[in-house]
C-alpha cells in the first residue's frame, strides 16, 4: 500500500497540511507518513537512532544533533497518536541528508502516492536562487506535489484541471494520476483552457478530444480568453467552489527558472485553494 507523505517542521501550517492528507488518504486507500528531515548527513543517521556516543571523538555538533534527534522522535510519536483515525493510518519517520534531500531520499526506499506540503506562498532570500520549499518538490520529486496554504479547506467535489493547449503537449500517460484522484474523490473535473486566441470553438474541441484520448468521464470543459492566465484560473476556480487545483508541470531548474518561472510555482504562492502539481517530465 502506498501512502501520502507530509513533511513537518512541527509548525501549525505543517499540521494543517496533514489534515488535508488525511482527508485524502481514505478515499485514495493509502496510509500517511509524516516526515522530519534533520539537518544531519544521509549517513550519519546511526548516531541518533542509537545514541551511541561516547569518547573525546564526539563533538559537541554531534551530541546536540543526537539529543535534538531523539526530541523530534517523541514529538513525532506525538503527531501518530494525535492524528491517526479509526480509518487512516498516520507513522512518521525522521531522515538525515536535509530538506530536499531528505524528501528524495525517503521516496527512493519508500513507495510514495504523493507529497502535501504546507506552505506560506514566500520565498526567502536564502531560497531565491533554488526556489522555496514547494518550488524545489515541484521540480525535482517524481512524485505529484500538493501546496496548501493557511486556509481553511472542503470536501473535493470539483476539481479545476488547467491546461495551455496552444503552447504545450499533453499524452495520455499525463492524464493517468488526474484521472486516478478524481474517480477516487468522485469529484467533477474542470477542463480549463486561458486561450489568448478568439476560437473558442477549436479549443472546446480540442479538450474535448485530450479528455476522451485521457479516458475521463466525469468532466466538463471551459474556455477562457484573459492575457493572464493564472488569475483567471483562480478566479475560475474560486467561483466554481473547488477543493482543488491541478497544473501539469514542467518545471526547470537551474537558469531554466529564472528564464521561463514555473506557471505551477506562481500559482502555489497565490492560491488559496490546495494545488496540485504534477511534473510532466517524471510521469
Known sequence: MKNILVPTDFSTLSQHALAFAISLAEPLKVRVTVLHCEEVPMGDMSLHLSGEANGSSVSEDMLYNAQLFRANKQKMKQMERDFSTDK?????????????????GYIDKHPTEMVVIGTTGQES???????????????????????????QFHPIEDIVLGLDIEDEKYTKKAFAKVKDICEALGSTLHIIDVTR????????????KIAKIAGLTNYMVDVIEDKNPKQALLEYAEGTDAG???VLSEAKGGLQRFINHSFAAKLTKKSSIPVLTINKGHV
Do not use: A, C
Open 88 to 104: 487512516v493510518l498516520v507513522t512518521s519517520q525522521q531522515f538525515g541528508g536535509g530538506f530536499l534531500k531528505g524528501i528524495m
Open 125 to 151: 532570500i536564502q531560497e531565491f536562487f533554488s526556489g522555496n520549499h514547494t518550488e524545489q518538490l515541484i521540480e525535482h520529486l517524481t512524485v505529484p506535489v500538493i501546496s496548501i496554504q493557511d486556509q
Open 197 to 208: 486566441t478568439k476560437d473558442d470553438e477549436k479549443m472546446m474541441s480540442l479538450l474535448n
Open 244 to 246: 482543488l487545483i491541478i
